[in-house]
């Protein structure tokens, strides 16, 4: 089972699992211990047990919503992608080759924390 782990950040964490939930893809929660600071958010785990497709049209969904959301992703040879814009079957294959993700909304909304 394929697995990758998304940084969401305040303004993303409960529309982006609503989406995950709506294309029935599994997540765990990631805590992070440490006395280093991190961002006002989570990090989940993405579980694939099939198609990286799923996971591209999911992502895409989410931020075509509003124009404020960002999908960026960092290639496990370190290169980076801004998800938008790309057909589902290339963001498929970008995802495939990634090694993390980070969902970001740039507006906030008064119900998602």
Sequence with gaps: ??????TTFHNTNLSLIETLKEHDIRYTQRIMLG????????????LLNGSWGV????????????????????GKQGESYCLQGYSADDAAKILKGASQLSA?????????T
């Design 104 to 112: 970001i909304d740039t507006e906030s909304d008064t119900d998602d």
């Design 35 to 46: 006395g280093m600071p991190q961002a006002s958010g989570l990090t989940l785990e993405i």
């Design 55 to 74: 996971l591209a049209v999911a992502l895409l969904c989410w931020a075509k919503v509003k124009s404020s959301r960002k999908i960026h992703v960092i």
């Design 1 to 6: 089972m394929d697995s990758i782990r998304v």
